[in-house]
Nanobody
Framework: QVQLVESGGGLVQAGGSLRLSCAVSGRTGSNYVMGWFRQAPGKEREFVSHIVWSGGATNYADSVKGRFAISRDYAKNTVYLQMNNLKPEDTAVYYC????????????WGQGTQVTVSS
Protein backbone atom coordinates (compact mmCIF):
# COMPACT_ATOMS: atom_id res chain seq x y z
CA GLN A 1 0.00 0.00 0.00
CA VAL A 2 1.20 3.49 -0.87
CA GLN A 3 0.09 6.69 0.81
CA LEU A 4 0.45 10.09 -0.82
CA VAL A 5 -0.02 13.41 0.96
CA GLU A 6 0.14 16.70 -0.94
CA SER A 7 0.89 20.10 0.51
CA GLY A 8 1.94 23.54 -0.64
CA GLY A 9 -1.13 24.81 -2.40
CA GLY A 10 -2.50 28.29 -1.87
CA LEU A 11 -3.48 31.61 -3.39
CA VAL A 12 -0.96 33.44 -5.56
CA GLN A 13 -1.07 36.30 -8.03
CA ALA A 14 -0.50 35.72 -11.72
CA GLY A 15 3.22 35.54 -12.44
CA GLY A 16 3.96 34.17 -9.00
CA SER A 17 5.33 30.80 -7.91
CA LEU A 18 4.37 27.91 -5.70
CA ARG A 19 6.01 24.62 -4.84
CA LEU A 20 3.84 21.59 -4.23
CA SER A 21 5.09 18.63 -2.23
CA CYS A 22 3.95 15.04 -2.21
CA ALA A 23 5.12 12.91 0.69
CA VAL A 24 5.28 9.25 -0.28
CA SER A 25 5.03 6.39 2.21
CA GLY A 26 4.67 2.66 1.73
CA ARG A 27 6.24 0.28 -0.76
CA THR A 28 7.14 1.86 -4.09
CA GLY A 29 10.48 0.68 -5.40
CA SER A 30 12.75 2.04 -8.09
CA ASN A 31 10.38 1.19 -10.97
CA TYR A 32 7.82 3.65 -9.80
CA VAL A 33 6.38 6.67 -11.56
CA MET A 34 5.07 9.68 -9.68
CA GLY A 35 2.72 12.00 -11.44
CA TRP A 36 0.97 15.31 -10.89
CA PHE A 37 -2.51 15.90 -12.23
CA ARG A 38 -4.95 18.76 -11.86
CA GLN A 39 -8.66 19.31 -12.08
CA ALA A 40 -10.24 22.70 -12.59
CA PRO A 41 -13.92 23.36 -11.77
CA GLY A 42 -16.16 21.91 -14.44
CA LYS A 43 -13.28 20.25 -16.26
CA GLU A 44 -11.86 16.78 -16.42
CA ARG A 45 -8.72 15.86 -14.57
CA GLU A 46 -5.63 16.38 -16.73
CA PHE A 47 -2.04 15.24 -16.68
CA VAL A 48 0.54 17.82 -15.64
CA SER A 49 3.85 16.01 -15.23
CA HIS A 50 5.51 12.79 -14.19
CA ILE A 51 8.90 11.60 -13.01
CA VAL A 52 10.37 8.11 -12.91
CA TRP A 53 11.60 7.49 -9.40
CA SER A 54 14.79 5.78 -10.55
CA GLY A 55 16.66 7.72 -13.20
CA GLY A 56 14.55 10.83 -12.96
CA ALA A 57 13.11 10.87 -16.49
CA THR A 58 10.40 13.50 -16.71
CA ASN A 59 7.48 14.44 -18.91
CA TYR A 60 5.27 17.54 -19.01
CA ALA A 61 2.01 18.65 -20.50
CA ASP A 62 2.52 21.25 -23.21
CA SER A 63 0.58 23.80 -21.17
CA VAL A 64 3.17 23.80 -18.39
CA LYS A 65 6.43 23.17 -20.25
CA GLY A 66 9.03 25.76 -19.39
CA ARG A 67 7.10 26.93 -16.33
CA PHE A 68 6.76 23.85 -14.10
CA ALA A 69 9.50 21.51 -12.92
CA ILE A 70 9.06 18.14 -11.24
CA SER A 71 11.73 16.65 -9.00
CA ARG A 72 12.17 14.04 -6.27
CA ASP A 73 14.16 13.78 -3.08
CA TYR A 74 15.19 10.22 -2.24
CA ALA A 75 16.11 10.99 1.34
CA LYS A 76 12.78 12.63 2.08
CA ASN A 77 10.72 10.29 -0.11
CA THR A 78 9.06 13.36 -1.53
CA VAL A 79 8.14 14.56 -5.00
CA TYR A 80 7.94 18.26 -5.78
CA LEU A 81 6.26 20.36 -8.41
CA GLN A 82 7.82 23.80 -8.74
CA MET A 83 5.36 26.07 -10.51
CA ASN A 84 6.62 29.38 -11.88
CA ASN A 85 4.99 32.14 -13.89
CA LEU A 86 1.58 30.93 -12.78
CA LYS A 87 -1.46 31.89 -14.81
CA PRO A 88 -5.14 32.08 -13.83
CA GLU A 89 -5.77 29.03 -16.01
CA ASP A 90 -3.49 27.03 -13.70
CA THR A 91 -6.15 27.32 -11.00
CA ALA A 92 -7.18 23.79 -10.02
CA VAL A 93 -6.94 21.10 -7.40
CA TYR A 94 -3.58 19.41 -7.88
CA TYR A 95 -3.22 15.71 -7.18
CA CYS A 96 -0.19 13.54 -6.69
CA UNK A 97 -0.44 10.00 -8.02
CA UNK A 98 1.69 6.87 -8.32
CA UNK A 99 1.93 3.79 -10.49
CA UNK A 100 4.36 1.07 -11.42
CA UNK A 101 6.48 1.81 -14.48
CA UNK A 102 4.86 -0.94 -16.56
CA UNK A 103 1.31 0.14 -15.74
CA UNK A 104 -0.64 2.74 -17.66
CA UNK A 105 -3.09 3.70 -14.95
CA UNK A 106 -2.23 5.43 -11.70
CA UNK A 107 -3.56 3.40 -8.81
CA UNK A 108 -2.58 5.56 -5.84
CA TRP A 109 -3.80 9.12 -5.36
CA GLY A 110 -3.42 11.84 -2.80
CA GLN A 111 -6.24 13.96 -1.45
CA GLY A 112 -5.36 16.99 -3.54
CA THR A 113 -4.27 20.53 -2.78
CA GLN A 114 -5.94 23.69 -4.07
CA VAL A 115 -3.99 26.15 -6.19
CA THR A 116 -5.68 29.45 -6.98
CA VAL A 117 -4.07 32.02 -9.25
CA SER A 118 -5.61 35.48 -9.26
CA SER A 119 -5.35 37.84 -12.21
Amino acid sequence: QVQLVESGGGLVQAGGSLRLSCAVSGRTGSNYVMGWFRQAPGKEREFVSHIVWSGGATNYADSVKGRFAISRDYAKNTVYLQMNNLKPEDTAVYYCAGRMFFQSDYNYWGQGTQVTVSS
